[in-house]
């Protein structure tokens, strides 16, 4: 994939989370400047924050768990050490996180 559509990808993940985000009635802020999503909880100022890394054609994900990375790789974005999805740990950080539950479709 060159950069003109990694960007592309990433423009249309972080829509995506958005839209999902905004449907779910979750109880948060987000903001997206220049490739970082900034995901805050309103309950506990706790942050979700997903970041493009162009250099290395990665999306970032930081949580109260840690930091991880992820790939486009066959056709979804997967964590690069266990290959798990994006959208399964998303949701997974909302939950622990927000104490919410929202099904992600990324």
Sequence with gaps: ?????????????????EFQIE???VDVDYENTGGLLTI?????????????QAAT???????RSGGFHFVWQHDAWRDTQSGELLSDMLSRAFLAQAD???????
Excluded at 3 to 13: I, P, S
Excluded at 100 to 106: D, G, H, I, Q, R
């Design 100 to 106: 919410e539950s929202v099904v992600f479709s990324l």
């Design 23 to 25: 449907d779910s009635g």
């Design 57 to 63: 054609g990665e999306v970032w994900l930081a949580d």
């Design 1 to 17: 994939m060159n950069e003109t559509e990694y960007r592309q990808r990433v423009d249309d993940l972080m829509e995506r989370i």
């Design 40 to 52: 805050t909880v309103e309950s506990n100022a706790s942050q979700i924050i997903l970041s493009r």
